[in-house]
């Protein structure tokens, strides 16, 4: 029997085995912040209340017309006592009526809906003035930079509530402010908390500009002839996203509180529109026999305000790259 030489040529399914690399699979940067905040309990347990509140907030009607409850601004005389007292939590009205036989639950899912479109709209036009403002100082620093930045201190040194109280009192009468652009109601409410919200964002975005604007890659970019304008677009604000992010939800809640602040004095959202605050400041004089009246909107608020706190200083640990694994 003769010896037969098995090569890969006479048999070309025989693969010899040749030793991998291991292959190193890299993460991007949602995908790291989104592992972080699933191992944290807490973070998901607010993102989980987060996403329930704006979707109630958002199918309010639908929310309303399940629940088996009266429109928000309907008067039933017939759900008051005999005495003309409201009466608290039943069958018929699950979180109670108003001393104007206005159901509760009604006008806490859409006072959410009113608190949280407040909150967003301040929120967003906070972060793109004091973005553009805090780049434009950190970046060109000099007497740009010395003259925005003493702006943004001249308006932190005034009490925020006081601020507000004043700004929207005084646009909530005649033709609003700023030649009518703000008229009175809801757009009073955001301008004076964009207003009073951005020099924050502005501080943050300034002292990353300044930080970045030292970098090597900011450097190269300058050297290789691009613009100023290029180089902010495409190397500075791209990486002041993430502390931007996680400021922004850190600060949704503080707008929140301010508006219910302000409804609680009377120059926040004006009837026939609900809020919380306002609610609460009408159930103060009848909080003894009517207690469903300040509670129930008094819980609404504080849930909403802690989960965004706690998703986002969840969030600001996520994005920190020190942390991160």
């Given at each position: ?14 693969v010899?085995a ?16 989104w592992?972080r905040?699933r ?9 989980a ?25 309907l ?12 009466t ?33 709209l ?10 553009l ?17 003493r ?7 005034f ?12 646009c ?7 030649g ?41 970019a300058?050297s290789?002839g ?11 604000m ?27 004095l ?5 009837p ?32 909403v305000?802690?989960a ?18």
């Amino acid at each position: 029997m003769s010896t037969v030489d098995v090569t890969r040529e006479s048999l070309p399914h025989v693969v010899a085995a040749e030793p991998r690399a291991p292959r190193i699979g890299a993460r991007s940067t949602p995908a790291l912040v989104w592992r972080r905040l699933r191992a944290d309990r807490w973070a998901m347990a607010g993102l989980a209340a987060i996403v329930l509140v704006v979707a109630v907030a958002i199918a309010a009607p639908l929310v309303v017309r399940l629940a088996g409850a009266a429109p928000p601004d309907l008067q039933s005389p017939g759900a008051l006592d005999a005495f003309g007292l409201p009466t608290g939590p039943s069958s018929r009205h699950l979180l109670g009526v108003d001393p104007l036989g206005r159901d509760v639950l009604s006008r806490v899912v859409y006072c959410l809906r009113v608190s949280l479109e407040v909150a967003f709209l301040a929120t967003g036009l906070a972060v793109v003035v004091g973005v553009l403002v805090g780049v434009l100082a950190g970046y060109r620093r000099g007497w740009v930079d010395t003259l925005l930045s003493r702006l943004m201190d001249f308006q932190l040194a005034f009490p925020i509530l006081l601020l507000g109280i004043g700004l929207a009192s005084a646009c909530s009468l005649g033709r609003g402010c700023l030649g009518g652009l703000v008229q009175p109601g809801l757009t009073v409410v955001v301008f004076v908390i964009a207003l009073a919200s951005w020099p924050y964002v502005g501080r943050i975005a300034r002292g990353e500009a300044l930080s970045l604007r030292e970098q090597p890659f900011v450097e190269a970019a300058r050297s290789l002839g691009a613009s100023d304008m290029r180089v902010v677009l495409e190397d500075v604000m791209p990486n002041l996203a993430a502390p931007v992010v996680a400021y922004s939800m850190l600060i949704v809640p503080t707008n929140i509180l301010l508006e219910a602040a302000l409804s609680y004095l009377g120059v926040g959202v004006q009837p026939p529109q609900a809020s919380l605050g306002q609610m609460i400041s009408d159930a103060t004089a009848t909080f003894d026999t009517a207690w469903w009246y300040m509670l129930f909107p008094g819980l609404a608020l504080l849930v909403v305000v802690l989960a965004f706190n706690v998703v986002g200083g969840a969030l600001q640990e996520a994005l920190d790259p020190r942390g991160r694994r």
